[in-house]
């Protein structure tokens, strides 16, 4: 008889694994909370605008991108996309002229090295490691391996190249700035710190050299960051269809509200179904829980194993997200804008962690805007904690927030009143509310020197069959780090079942 799996979350890493096993026979069922599925790559709809919640541009969708290589095995059209090129137009503070994050290779050098002059070095290894890092990681390497099966997996994708990585994996940006002769280059700095905030979490001196080479060598040429048609909401949509076709069954506002754990293994779940209020006990022979590490002792309660626990409350500090949502007429954009943007700011006040915002347009008829609008969603980062404040003045901050970022987006596209239909913001408490992320903490546990690869979450817990996936396992965030994640669990508990 064919098995049951539960899932516990409808985002990309729970709906691509649930989609995944059903593909294979499993009898899967999904608990979403919300009354929609995606999670953080989702959108909502107000006065005919779509708003994409949180992710706006994609990876992994060119041949042997991760999404592509999904789809395929689902059999299941792609979505329609554009590439986006620039990937990215970034501007420092104070400038006018950005550095373009161009899709063609010559391009992106000719820019590089009119930027950022002696730096090439630098671009040359980033582009060296990356071609090696992506040899590996489609060769399906399990990271970090927790046992027998796992370590053998590893040991067959390694070649002699990916040894040849192996002293870099100690290195941080920084570390080969300074290796490379660019270390005192503020520019390049700054530059490096606002792209990799968005990937890793953290800035230059911080994020582990090995994954910085693939964020930022993925914008180009034959990868490539895109823009999908519609909405955001068409990966969760192909990914649902999918898994019904093939007999799984979707439950939204269902919440899961505990793991049941037995002898030491997991075996059901309690599922609150939040329109009726109603309680229920469902059995499975897996759990997969695609919910942010920091969620699960909440969960699993008492059955926590003692390290497991020790080591998420371990977990480096999590960053969260202030998001501005804006319905604007076409004549507030200016001609040509790119779909995004990256500004950082001299000026001080309340726009998050960085002085920084990422600003992602709508481009005409790709089914965001009515004709003659446009959506603009600008985000920056911010502390969970400053929002968890039980003393703070939240109205008033959130319309202090909202107030800077719309006057340092003015700066930039032309926002008088009757240029914005519509303007609503979301804060860590809104992302907590709308997808039961704890403190509303976005984009994984980072992407430091101690919490990347092979030092970085497991899929495989250590309570036998419950799975982690997510942005908080390897290789982390973004549609694409969840759907690597989620190819890879479900590589381990067919082995499982073997
Ligand atoms: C502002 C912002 C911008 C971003 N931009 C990009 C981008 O441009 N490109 C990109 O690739 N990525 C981007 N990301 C990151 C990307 O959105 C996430 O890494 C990815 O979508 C996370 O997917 P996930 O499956 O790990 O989790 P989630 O999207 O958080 O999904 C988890 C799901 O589980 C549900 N859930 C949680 N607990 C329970 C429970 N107990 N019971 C039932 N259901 C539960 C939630 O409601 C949610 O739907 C962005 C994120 C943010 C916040």
Known sequence: ????????????????????????????????QAAQLGGCASTFQR??????????QVAGLEPGGIHAEIFAELEMP?????????????????????????????????????????????????????????????????????????????????????????????????????????????????????????????????????????????????????HLHGSM?????????????DGGQIYTRHLVRHIEVERGRAVAVQVENLKTKTLQRVAAD?????????????????????????????????????VIYLGVKEAAIPEACPPHLQFLYDAQGPIGENNSLFVSVSQPA?????????????????EPNFWRQPDLDYAATKAQYTQTALDRLGEFFDLQPEHIVHCEAATPRTFWRYTARIDGIVGGISQRLSTF??????????????????????????TAGVSYGARALVQQLLANDA
């Not at 049951?4 to 979403?32: C, H, P």
């Not at 006065?47 to 706006?56: H, I, K, L, N, Q």
Request: with cysteine; glycine share 8%; charged share 20%.
């Open 1 to 32: 008889m064919a098995k049951q799996v539960v899932v516990i979350g409808g985002g990309i890493g729970g709906l691509t694994t649930a989609a995944l096993l059903a593909r294979r026979g499993y009898r899967v069922q999904l608990f979403e």
């Open 47 to 56: 006065r005919g605008f779509t708003f994409d919640v949180g992710a706006t």
């Open 78 to 226: 792609l979505p329609a996309a554009t590439p986006c090129d620039p990937a990215c137009a970034v501007y420092l503070p104070q400038e006018t002229t950005p550095i373009n994050v161009w899709r063609d290779r010559d391009r992106w050098q000719r820019e590089r090295q009119r930027h950022f002059p002696r730096s090439e070095r630098f671009w040359q290894g980033l582009e060296y490691l990356f071609a090696i890092s992506w040899r590996f990681q489609q060769r399906q390497p399990i990271l970090p391996p927790r046992n027998g099966f796992d370590l053998w997996q590893l040991v067959q994708t390694l070649r002699p190249d990916t040894l040849l990585t192996v002293p870099f994996s100690l290195m941080t940006v920084t570390d080969w700035m300074n290796f490379c002769g660019v270390g005192g280059d503020r520019r390049l700095r700054q530059f490096l710190d606002l792209q990799l905030k968005l990937y890793s979490q953290v800035d230059a001196s911080e994020t582990a050299l090995l994954y910085a080479a693939t964020a930022l060598c993925l914008s180009q040429d034959p990868h490539g960051l895109y």
């Open 233 to 245: 909401q068409v990966l969760s949509d192909l990914l649902a269809n999918a898994l019904q076709r």
């Open 286 to 322: 897996h759990i997969v829980a695609n919910v942010p590490a920091q969620n699960l002792p909440q969960l699993l309660g008492d059955a926590i194993p003692p390290g497991y626990a020790r080591r998420l409350k371990a977990l480096p500090p999590a960053s969260a997200a202030f």
């Open 366 to 382: 790709d089914g965001r805007a009515p004709s003659g609008y446009r959506t603009l969603i600008a985000s920056s980062f911010t």
């Open 453 to 478: 690869g092979p030092f970085g979450l497991a899929t495989r817990t250590p309570i036998p069959h419950l799975w982690l996936v997510g942005d908080s396992v390897h290789p982390g965030e973004g």
